[in-house]
């Protein structure tokens, strides 16, 4: 049996430089096999400010931060939810080492400072001027030499079984992508002719500092999706989809879909879930000043400034100790492998909603049609141990201390489905198609008025005969 591989690059319905909020649309190939996995976005992108010379941008980390909504559409039924804050479920996982995004080469994992780990230069520190850099003040990659690209998605394109499909017993497949705010891009106060310095604390000095006299945007450019599809020199596959669908009259996909709920949480937070398999519920409890301009945050215990040195070689007698290398918070040593910078964006940084963290004990219980789960009230340790009992995949190499999960990493997982149901085809989770679950997230100690991000993952049902097609959530 002969097989066939090749690539295809596909456009954008859309043409041009896209700036946020905009809307990306792509047409996957019809009548092919296709690899859902092997989807890939590549694009270059750039960044600026309202206000050059007291305002300094940075892209946020991880290149999925620029995705807001995606949908599925399949001749023109939605497939796959078109849920919003699609990049906060993303790092919510990435928080707790439940993303399965391993490419670090073109998805820009880490917030820059001084200098591209991407291209191996440093950024200007000018506005405009002799020591401006081809990539400028802002971090910019406008070149195809330096492209970025998001390479691993949540839903369907990621979660499909089997994830090679026959494109040609579907209608037109079209992937939907809405843009992210400009809000998601770190924005510093810098004055014109310096570099961006290390933080002293989460929000003071360097590239902490909130900008105050712009605001940041980002633009997108030379966007392509490209895919992988096979070819087969055989009829197997054909009649073995013929002779299942003869069957049961369909073939069935099962996949991963979202539902999501946001709420400025006060004591008690209620939704709602109707699905055939509701398995896993996310819950992010996001910085309070996450939603507006903002610089980096640098992670706890990790590297803010105080400790210097020479920025070049020779006796003491003739260098002078000005360059900031920076210390780790916790242990001068870096304990936990804390001796090195790391920052996130504000918008993705997840905090403990309380006065006085370490301090205020907090408490945390979820209600589904009045019956607690668990039966007890969690404090965090306990929230954390349900959190990663509740996940099948998870990054087992990463460290990460618990003033770490408290401070920048709050994120809890609540599991409905069977232990492993990741690896399987399996429909375990809740049904609550006859009565939709009324739910409550309540919580006792927590600050009034947090952002509080939730969804709802299930897994759904793709059924697809002779390019018709049912989808059963």
Avoid at 238 to 244: G, L, T
Wanted: hydrophobic residues 40%.
């Amino acid at each position: 049996m002969g097989v066939s591989t090749s690539h295809f690059k596909i456009f954008p319905q859309n043409s041009g430089a896209q700036s946020a909020n905009k809307i990306l649309r792509f047409e996957l190939p019809s009548n092919t096999l296709l690899s859902l996995k092997s989807c890939r976005m590549m694009f270059n992108v750039t960044t600026t400010s309202s206000d050059t010379t007291t305002t300094v941008v940075r892209l946020p980390n991880d290149t999925r931060s620029f995705i807001d909504r995606m949908a599925i559409y399949m001749g023109g039924v939605l497939v796959q939810n078109s849920f919003s804050n699609y990049n906060v479920l993303v790092h919510a996982k990435k928080a707790l080492g439940a993303d399965r995004c391993t490419n670090t080469t073109l998805t820009h994992p880490e917030i820059c400072r001084e200098k591209s780990y991407h291209t191996g230069a440093a950024f200007g520190t000018t506005a405009t001027g002799a020591n401006t850099t081809s990539e400028g003040r802002h971090e910019s990659y406008d070149s195809l030499a330096n492209q970025l690209a998001i390479t691993d998605w949540e839903g369907f394109l990621s979660s499909a079984a089997p994830d090679i499909i026959d494109t040609g017993l579907f209608p037109q497949i079209t992937i939907e992508i809405t843009l992210a705010d400009n809000v998601i891009c770190p924005a510093m106060a810098c004055v014109d002719g310096t570099a961006v310095a290390l933080a002293t604390s989460s929000t003071a000095t360097g590239i902490a500092q909130v900008a105050t006299g712009g605001t940041p945007s980002y633009s997108m450019d030379n966007i392509t999706m490209q895919v992988e599809v096979l070819g087969m020199a055989s009829s197997v596959l054909d009649e073995v989809v013929a002779q299942r669908v003869s069957q049961v009259g369909y073939l069935a996909i099962p996949f991963k879909n979202y539902f999501s709920f946001s709420s400025s949480h006060s004591a008690t937070s209620r939704f709602n879930v109707n699905s055939a398999s509701w398995d896993r519920l996310w819950v992010a409890w996001r910085d309070a000043n996450g939603g507006a301009v903002s610089g980096a945050v640098p992670v706890s215990g990790y590297k803010l400034a105080g400790v210097y040195t020479s920025a070049t070689s020779g006796p003491a007698a003739s260098t002078s100790v000005t360059q900031d290398i920076g210390k780790p918070q916790y242990d001068v040593g870096g304990s936990l492998d804390t001796n090195k910078e790391k920052y996130v964006a504000r918008a993705f940084n997840f905090v403990e909603p309380v006065a006085t963290i370490g301090t205020t004990i907090s408490n945390y219980q979820l209600q589904i049609n009045s019956a607690n789960y668990p039966a007890y009230k969690l404090n965090v340790p306990e929230v954390y141990a349900l959190t990663m009992n509740s996940i099948d995949i998870y990054d087992k190499t990463r460290v990460m201390s618990l003033d770490q999960y408290r401070r920048n990493y709050f994120v809890a997982c609540y599991r409905f489905c069977l232990p492993g149901n990741e690896f399987s085809r399996m429909l375990s989770g809740l049904d609550t198609r006859a009565t939709s679950a009324q739910c409550a997230l309540v919580t006792e100690n927590v600050t009034t008025s947090t952002p509080c991000f939730i969804f709802a993952e299930v897994t759904s049902e793709l059924r697809v005969a002779n390019r018709a097609i049912e989808v059963v959530i």
